[in-house]
């Protein structure tokens, strides 16, 4: 096996490998608070806040998983325009 060959195997098994993980588990922690929801205090705040990028739930939606929702949102929308053509 060529070293090209090689790395596009190896390449096709890690996107199979991280499908099937945003299969399975589809959220993961969000980063900006590490799962807790909330964010720490800062320096004139008492009292932590809600985290703004997951809302106050801690989990967050994996990259891989946003964007199979996008291409089936899009395929969706693709396949409506076209059944609203035919009639």
Do not use: W
Not at 1 to 8: K, L, R
Not at 13 to 19: A, E, M
């Amino acid at each position: 096996m060529t070293p090209f060959a090689g790395a596009i195997a190896c390449l096709i098994l890690v996107t199979l490998c991280y499908s099937a993980v945003c299969a399975v588990s589809p959220f993961t922690a969000c980063r900006k608070c590490a799962g807790f929801g909330a964010t720490q205090p800062g320096r004139f705040r008492r009292h932590p806040q809600p985290c703004r990028r997951c809302y106050g739930s801690g989990r967050r939606l994996r990259l891989g998983r946003r964007l199979h929702n996008h291409s089936l949102r899009a395929a969706e929308g693709a396949r409506r325009l076209r059944d609203d053509a035919r009639h």
